[in-house]
């Protein structure tokens, strides 16, 4: 069974920073390109960011790039994102997600197991 | 970028009756397109991918079509459990997008 669990989200003054990680169990994650998608409170789900699988590219949303940075472990099966100048409008639940298709690079762009979340909040 | 506009955005219906959510595209995504569904207090869940195709353990009750700018998710007999928020989703222009959801309820 895939499992996705995130970690590392919290409060934050605007500018600051944090990281965010993702536990992988279940299946080849090495293989898999994985990606955070982020949903602000009352709105749809937003990409933010992947990375493919194989590793061999990156991707971000015009309004992270710069400022975020995707990466991962894969001797501890895990998935990070660094945020850094954080914004008010960045405030979000942020989920882990998985591609479907093995080896996807570059990535399908959809998501079809994901993590219970991790929520950020950028507030004074 | 695609702007994805589903409709309605809140629809109200009795169990057993025929669901049809409508998601339209600004532009062509080919097939491009899954759908999701988001319980409260849960992660969206993939139920449809490539318009059509049901994603692993899905109930055959849901069910997509369209192509080009026009889409529908068809749930054939609505269940309690299928209150949810349902969103779609396209891959097929950078970047990649969502719509701002159908409120399903039950009456």
């Known amino acids: 069974e895939v499992q996705l669990l995130e970690s590392g989200g919290g409060l934050v003054q605007p500018g600051g920073s944090l990281r965010l990680s993702c536990v992988a169990s279940g299946f080849t994650f090495s293989s898999y390109a994985m990606s955070w998608v982020r949903q602000a409170p009352g709105k749809g789900p937003e990409w933010v960011s992947s990375f493919s699988g194989g590793g061999a590219g990156t991707y971000y949303a015009d309004s992270v790039k710069g400022r975020f940075t995707i990466s991962r472990d894969i001797s501890k099966n895990t998935l990070f994102l660094q945020m850094n100048s954080l914004r008010a409008e960045d405030t979000a639940v942020y989920y882990c997600?998985?591609?479907?298709?093995?080896?996807?690079?570059?990535?399908?762009?959809?998501?079809?197991?994901w993590g219970q979340g991790t929520l950020v909040t950028v507030s004074s | 970028e695609i702007v994805l506009t589903q409709s309605p955005a809140t629809l109200s219906l009795s169990p057993g009756e025929r669901v049809a959510l409508s998601c339209r595209a600004s532009?062509?995504?080919?097939?491009?397109l899954a759908w999701y569904q988001q319980k409260p207090g849960q992660a969206p869940r993939l139920l449809i991918y490539?318009?059509?195709n049901r994603a692993t353990g899905i109930p055959a009750r849901f069910s997509g079509s369209g192509s080009g700018t026009d889409f529908t998710l068809t749930i054939s007999s609505l269940e309690p459990e299928d209150v949810a928020v349902y969103y779609c989703?396209?891959?097929?222009?950078?970047?990649?997008?969502f719509g701002q959801g159908t409120r399903l309820q039950i009456k």
């Open positions: 989703q396209q891959r097929s222009t950078w970047p990649p997008g």
């Open positions: 490539d318009a059509s």
């Open positions: 532009q062509s995504v080919r097939t491009y």
């Open positions: 997600a998985k591609d479907p298709i093995l080896g996807a690079s570059p990535p399908t762009f959809y998501f079809d197991s």
